[in-house]
């Protein structure tokens, strides 16, 4: 299997074949006191404004898409080039202020602090970065 490229289809495929597939994590969602929806929105993508939004539903568990949502608890908005530095800084353990609007109720990252780290955990996927 190729590396896929970091929140590509192929990523999102296989980080959600692994969230499903762990008991772990879908005991942490049941957990939740409620279901959250955590949204990025990216703008100046390659292809225009791009989405990644992470569900933690407590009958389903987590899951990952890069469809626009319906409605989220809290979205983080910002540069699609500075999100991806962002992201590969936090995977290589140091931490970069993307510079992002925060639309919504940040204490929302609290609430699903648990069932984040869990699901972070169990789908990590070595990726490729695009260049930025």
Known sequence: MSTPV???HEHIEQMNDLLA???EVAA???ALNRDYVIAY???D???GTVFWVLSFDRITGARFSLDEPAHADVTFAGDW???VRAGQ???QGTEVDPAVEV???PGVLDAVSPAMAVARRAATVDVEFPEV
């Open 6 to 8: 970091y929140m590509s």
């Open 21 to 23: 597939r762990s008991d």
């Open 28 to 30: 942490a969602c049941a």
């Open 41 to 43: 929105e990216l703008g």
């Open 45 to 47: 993508g390659p292809g």
């Open 81 to 83: 080039r500075r999100l």
């Open 89 to 91: 800084a936090h995977r």
């Open 103 to 105: 639309r919504g109720d």
